[in-house]
C-alpha cells in the first residue's frame, strides 16, 4: 500500500520543508499542499516551497541556513551544492542578562517524586554502575593490563557479583608529549577526572610504566581525591611496570590482579539504595545525525532534559562547533552575566584552535550527515541544539573540567563522538544518551548509553542496537512529549540496573579518546 506523501516544516517562516516518507519521493509527487515536485528529493532532504532567488535566505527552524547560489523554483530538491553558508555570527554584541533587552528564561517548576537505586559514595556523588575502574597514566603499559582485566574477569570478577564490571581506563596519552605545555592541562586534568567519575565507588588503582611524563603523582597529586573513611591516609595504589621487584611478564600481571582483588572486595560491599532523581549527572549528545535529528530526537531529549532539570538533575550539553551557529540563542538563556560570557569565551577559545589547523566550523559535517539531508553546520547546529530544552544555562565548563553544580550546563567540547563522551565522562556523568539517525553502535564501558533512533526505519533494521524509536513522532505515532516522558522513566530503570542498554547488553564500548590540543613531541 502506497504511503501519502509527508513533509515536516519546523517554522512558519520556512520556505522549505524535508520529505520524511521512507525511500523519498519521486519528481511528480503531488503533496498535501498542492505542490508538484520538480526534482526527486530523498528522504530527509528538503523541498523548496515556493520560488527562491539567487541570493536569496533558504530558512529552515526559520533562520536561513544558506543563501541560494542561483533561482530555485518550487517544488526543486535544495541540496548542499545550491546553499552558500552565512559567516559565523561574531562573538561580540550578542544578547546578555543584564544588557537591558535580555530576560533569561525562569527557572522551570520543580518535578518530584522521581527515584532510582543507585549506589552512594562517601563524597556525596551517585553512581549507576558499580564498577573498578584501573587507570592508566600511559599508553605504554596498555597491553599489560588489558592481559591483566581479562583474567581478572574471569577469575576473579564471578566471586563479587556486586560488582558490574572491571574496566582499564586506556588512552593514547601519558609520554611523547609537550607535557608542561600551557594546553596540556586539558588531557590531564580530563584523565585525573574520569578516573573519580561517581561509577567507580572513589576506588582509585593506577598501572604506571615508571618512566613516563605523566607521573601517577602528577595525575593524581595529594589533595585532588578524596579516599573514604577510614581509608584517607592509604597512599594511592599504584603498580609499575619498571619496578625491580616484577621478574618477568606474568610478575606484573600477578601484581595488577592481585591489587584489583582488595578493590573487588570493596566495591562488592555496596548496595543499591534509593536516591532521588536529582543525583542523576545525564550527558547528552548525537552522532551520525540526519535531518531528522532536529526533528524527532533531539526535540524529545530536549523535553527530558527539561523533565530533569525540574527534577533537580544535572545534564550537560557539548560539542562546540554544532552550537557555535546558535550562540546568540545559548547567551540569552544564561543564567547570569558571568555564564554568557564563559560560553563567549569557549567559543572563540576554539574559534581560535580550527584557525591554528587551518580549518573552519564547516570542517564538522560529514558525508553521511550530508546524506541525510543536513547541508551545513548552520542547518545542523540548529537540530542539535535543541536538546538542551528550554531551561536557564546554570554553569560552563571547559574541556576536562569537572561538574560543580545542578541544572543545566554547557560542557565545552569536541563534536568529535568519541572524545565528547570522554570529556562528559570527566565532568562526573553517570548516564549517557546519544542519539543518531544515520546509526552508530557507539558506546562507553564506564556508563550505560541509551541510544534514541531519529527514523523507524532505523529503529527497525538496528533493532537490537536502538533503545528507543523517536521516529514515532514523524510518523505521527507519538509526540515530542510522549517520547520525552519514555526517556524519562528508561533512564530511572536504565540508572537503577533494572534494564540494560543495547550497548550494555553487547558489551560494546568505544575506546577513551584525550583532547590533546598541546603539541606532541
Known amino acids: 500500500m502506497a504511503t501519502a506523501p509527508l513533509t515536516l516544516r519546523m517554522n512558519e517562516r520556512d520556505n522549505v520543508a524535508i520529505v520524511a516518507n521512507d525511500g523519498g519521493l519521486a519528481a ?20 523548496a516551497l515556493a520560488d527562491i532567488a539567487a541570493g536569496a535566505p533558504v530558512l529552515r527552524y526559520g533562520i536561513p541556513i544558506g543563501h541560494a547560489e542561483r533561482d530555485i523554483a518550487a517544488g526543486s530538491w535544495v541540496h548542499e ?62 597491553g599489560v593490563t588489558d592481559f591483566a582485566v581479562k583474567r581478572i574477569k574471569a577469575e576473579l570478577l564471578p566471586r563479587y557479583p556486586n ?19 600551557p594546553d596540556a592541562v586539558v588531557p590531564i586534568r580530563t584523565l585525573r577526572h574520569i578516573s573519580l567519575n561517581p561509577n567507580f565507588g572513589g576506588e582509585l588503582m593506577v598501572v604506571s610504566l615508571g618512566c613516563e611524563k605523566l607521573q601517577p603523582e602528577r595525575l593524581l597529586p595529594p589533595g585532588s581525591f578524596a579516599i573514604a573513611d577510614e581509608r584517607e591516609a592509604v597512599p594511592l595504589d599504584v ?40 543525583e542523576l549527572v545525564v550527558g547528552v549528545q548525537c552522532g551520525g545525525s540526519d535531518a531528522f535529528s532536529g526533528v524527532t530526537a533531539n526535540p524529545a531529549v530536549g ?129 549517557h544518551v546519544f542519539t543518531t539517525g544515520r546509526g552508530t553502535p557507539y558506546g562507553l564501558a564506564a556508563v550505560p548509553v541509551i541510544k534514541v533512533a531519529t527514523r523507524t526505519a532505523l529503529a527497525t533494521r538496528w533493532h537490537d542496537l536502538m533503545d528507543i524509536n523517536a521516529g514515532r513522532i514523524a510518523d505521527g505515532a507519538a509526540t515530542i512529549e510522549e517520547v520525552g516522558w519514555e526517556l524519562f522513566r528508561c533512564m530511572l530503570d536504565v540508572a537503577s540496573g533494572r534494564r540494560k542498554t543495547w550497548a550494555e547488553h553487547w558489551k560494546l564500548h568505544n575506546a577513551l579518546v584525550l583532547f590533546n590540543p598541546a603539541p606532541v613531541t
Not at 308 to 315: D, P, Q
Open 28 to 47: 511528480g509527487t503531488a503533496l498535501a499542499c498542492g505542490l508538484v515536485l520538480r526534482d526527486r528529493v530523498p528522504q530527509g532532504h528538503k523541498v
Open 303 to 431: 523535553y527530558c532534559t527539561d523533565l530533569l532539570v525540574r527534577a533537580g538533575a544535572s545534564v550537560m550539553f557539548s560539542e562546540v562547533t554544532e552550537v557555535r551557529d546558535g550562540i546568540a540563542l545559548l547567551t540569552s538563556r544564561a543564567a547570569t552575566p558571568e555564564v554568557a560570557q564563559a560560553m563567549v569565551r569557549e567559543m572563540a577559545w576554539y574559534d581560535a584552535y580550527l584557525q591554528r589547523g587551518s580549518a573552519d566550523r564547516s570542517a564538522n559535517t560529514t558525508p553521511g550527515n550530508k546524506q541525510g539531508g543536513l547541508s551545513n553546520i548552520v542547518e545542523k547546529a540548529m537540530g542539535s541544539i535543541v536538546k538542551s530544552g528550554t531551561a536557564p544555562i546554570s554553569q560552563v565548563l571547559a574541556p576536562g573540567e569537572k561538574l560543580q553544580g545542578r541544572g543545566l550546563t554547557f560542557a565545552a567540547t569536541p563534536a568529535s563522538d568519541f572524545i565528547c563522551g570522554t570529556l562528559q565522562l570527566a565532568a562526573g556523568m553517570n548516564l
Open 163 to 181: 560488582v558490574d564490571d572491571v574496566v582499564a581506563l586506556e588512552h593514547g596519552y601519558g609520554c611523547g608529549v609537550a607535557i608542561d605545555a
Open 81 to 142: 551544492r545550491l546553499l552558500k553558508m552565512p559567516q559565523a555570527r561574531a562573538l561580540a554584541g550578542l544578547p546578555m542578562p543584564g544588557d537591558g533587552h535580555t530576560t533569561p528564561p525562569a527557572a522551570l517548576p520543580p518535578l518530584a517524586g522521581y527515584t532510582f537505586e543507585g549506589y552512594r559514595n562517601a563524597d556525596g556523588s551517585v553512581g549507576t554502575r558499580n564498577i573498578l575502574a584501573i587507570t592508566q597514566t600511559v599508553q605504554c603499559v596498555a
Open 239 to 278: 603498580v609499575c611496570l619498571q619496578d625491580e621487584g616484577h621478574v618477568g611478564f606474568m610478575s606484573m600481571v600477578d601484581s595488577i590482579v592481585r591489587q584489583a582483588e582488595v578493590h573487588l572486595q570493596r566495591l562488592d560491599a555496596r548496595r543499591r539504595v534509593t536516591v532521588p532523581a536529582s
